[in-house]
C-alpha cells in the first residue's frame, strides 16, 4: 500500500512513518517544518520512503500526490501544549481549518484516481467536555461542545470527514490519540515563554516539563493546579501500530477510534514516578501548585473497548516502560541546551 501522510515531520508521524515502512508500506510524507524547523530522521533515507518540503495548504501538491496513493494520513496541523490554547486561539482555529479543507479537497478530487480513504488525526479534545467516564467513541455528539478553539476545531475535522462521506462518499476513518509520550518531540518555534517557578517549561506537555523541571533541580516541584488531574499517557510507539491497524483494517472504514492506554494516572502520580527515578526512593519530593489554566480538563479517561474488539489494538507499553526511554532522552536534550 502507498499511503501519503500529512505533518510527517510530526511528533507522532515520528512513530507512524517508521511503522507503515516496517510493515511494508510505501509513504510519502508532505511537510513545512513550520513548527520545529528542519529536522532529520533515521529513515529518510528508506528506500520506500520520500518526503516532499511543502505546505499541507497547497492543495494543488497534495492533490497530485495523493492521486499517486492508496490512503492518506491526515496528520499535518497547528499543536503544541497547553499554554499555546491561549496563545493561538484564533490560529489554531483559522490555520487548522485552512489546513484540513486542503487536505479533504485533495482527498475528494483523488478519489476517482483511486485513493482509498483518508484516516484523520483527530484528538483527545474533542471530549473536553463530557461527563461520562471512561468515555465512549461517539460521547462528543451528546455532549456540550470543547470550549478550546482546539478542541472544537478538531471535533470540526471530524465533522469534515463525515460531510466528505455523505457528499461524496470518500471513505474515512477518526483516529483518536490520547497524550502521546515518547521522544522526538522539542520546542516549536513558535511556542511562548512560560515559566514555571524558576525554571521554563520545555513544551507545556506534562510529562517532558517534569523531568526536566526535575533535572534542572527544582524543588519544590511545581505542578499545574492540584495535580489530581487524570491522563491516559500513551507511547508514541503503540500509538503508531493503532493509526496503521486503522489504515489497513476494512473494519475500520467509517468509523472512529480511541487509541490510548487503559490506565489512569494523576499529575501527582506522574510527578511521584518521575521524581523517584530521577532522585531514588530515599529523598522527598515536595510539591508548590500554580494556578492553572482554563482548558486544563480534569478527567480524560478513554474507553478503549472498541479498538481492541475491532482492530485487535492495545496500548502495552507502561508508563515506567516509557519513562525509563523518555527521561535518559530529555537528559541529553537539556545537556545539550535543547530543551
Known amino acids: 500500500m ?10 507522532i508521524c515520528g512513530y507512524l512513518i517508521p511503522e507503515l515502512l516496517e510493515a511494508g508500506h510505501e509513504v510519502i510524507g508532505v511537510d513545512n517544518f513550520s513548527k520545529y524547523g528542519p529536522t532529520a530522521k533515521s ?29 492518506l494520513v491526515a496528520g499535518a496541523a497547528m499543536i503544541g501544549g497547553i499554554s499555546y ?3 493561538f486561539a484564533y490560529d489554531l482555529l483559522a490555520e487548522n481549518e485552512r489546513i484540513i479543507a486542503s487536505t479533504f479537497d485533495a482527498a475528494i478530487a483523488a478519489l476517482p484516481r483511486g485513493l482509498q480513504k483518508i484516516n484523520v488525526l483527530s484528538s483527545s479534545m474533542v471530549f473536553e467536555s463530557v461527563t461520562t467516564f471512561p468515555t465512549p467513541e461517539g460521547a462528543q455528539l451528546t455532549s456540550p461542545p470543547p470550549r478550546s478553539t482546539y478542541g472544537f476545531q478538531k471535533l470540526a475535522c471530524e465533522y469534515f470527514a463525515k460531510g466528505a462521506w455523505e457528499q461524496y462518499q470518500l471513505p474515512y476513518t477518526i483516529i ?9 518531540e522539542r520546542r516549536a518555534l513558535r511556542d511562548a515563554e512560560v515559566m514555571s517557578g524558576n525554571v521554563k517549561l520545555a513544551m507545556s506537555h506534562v510529562v517532558p516539563d517534569l523531568v526536566q523541571k526535575i533535572l534542572r533541580g527544582q524543588d519544590p516541584l511545581h505542578i499545574l493546579g492540584d495535580g489530581r488531574q ?21 473494519a475500520a472504514v467509517n ?10 494516572t494523576t499529575v501527582i502520580q506522574l510527578a511521584q514516578v518521575i521524581w523517584r527515578k530521577i532522585h531514588g526512593p530515599d529523598r522527598p519530593l515536595r510539591l508548590t501548585h500554580d494556578i492553572p489554566f482554563d482548558v486544563d480538563v480534569q478527567m ?19 508508563l515506567d516502560q516509557m519513562l ?4 535518559p532522552w530529555i537528559r541529553d536534550e537539556v545537556a545539550a541546551a535543547r530543551i
Open 230 to 250: 487524570v491522563r491516559h499517557y500513551t507511547y508514541g510507539g503503540d500509538l503508531a501500530k493503532g493509526i496503521r491497524l486503522c489504515v489497513e483494517s476494512p
Open 300 to 318: 480524560r479517561v478513554p474507553d478503549v473497548r472498541k479498538a481492541k474488539a475491532v482492530l485487535g489494538f492495545e496500548a502495552r507499553t507502561t
Open 85 to 87: 490554547f491561549h496563545e
Open 43 to 71: 529513515y529518510d533515507r528508506h528506500p520506500r520512503y520520500r518526503l516532499i518540503n511543502g505546505d499541507a495548504k497547497d492543495t494543488e501538491l497534495l492533490t497530485n500526490l495523493a492521486m499517486q496513493c492508496d490512503q
Open 2 to 11: 502507498k499511503v501519503l501522510v500529512t505533518g510527517a515531520a510530526g511528533f
Open 176 to 184: 483518536r490519540p490520547f497524550n502521546c509520550v515518547g521522544i522526538g
Open 255 to 264: 468509523d472512529d477510534f480511541n487509541l490510548s492506554t487503559r490506565e489512569s
Open 324 to 327: 525509563d526511554e523518555v527521561i
